[in-house]
């Protein structure tokens, strides 16, 4: 039983190594919980099931806590792809836009993109449109 705060201290180390190596904050609330598991094995080493109960209580409760402000901190705005830039632009239809048959073309900013209709509609050739959305790599448009 003298080893059980060596095999905690392990499991911390462990864990804090993974932790280092994918740097997702997986397992680092993990290592929190080793970390106590240890200090309660070294004066209780006998009572194993105590130390697993606090290693989970104590790694919960730490995910719960950090966890919202570790979102806050790693959610970085979203940087606008080229294609992202276009939602809300004006521009014009060079080729029918049919989604039907599945053909359409709209300049936006000097770029030709493939274009669909939001409602499905018919938009005719010098048309100016409004981008509303982009589905894989086709422009969603209405006239304006």
């Known amino acids: ?69 570790v979102r806050k901190l790693t959610n970085k705005e979203k940087t606008p792809t080229n294609s992202d830039r276009n939602i809300g632009k004006s521009g014009y239809v060079l080729d029918d836009i049919n989604n039907e048959l599945g053909v359409g073309r709209v300049n936006i900013d000097g770029a030709v993109w493939s274009a669909k209709s939001e409602d499905d509609s018919v938009i005719k050739k010098d048309t100016r449109v409004t981008v509303r959305d982009i589905r894989g790599v086709k422009l969603i448009v209405m006239p304006e």
């Open 1 to 69: 039983m003298e080893a059980v705060p060596y095999i905690w201290f392990g499991v911390a180390v462990f864990l804090a190594i993974i932790e280092a190596i994918t740097y997702q904050l997986v397992s680092i609330w993990f290592v929190a919980g080793a970390l106590v598991s240890t200090v309660i094995a070294v004066f209780m080493p006998e009572a194993i099931l105590l130390q697993i109960i606090v290693f989970v209580a104590v790694s919960l409760v730490a995910l719960l806590i950090t966890r919202p402000f």
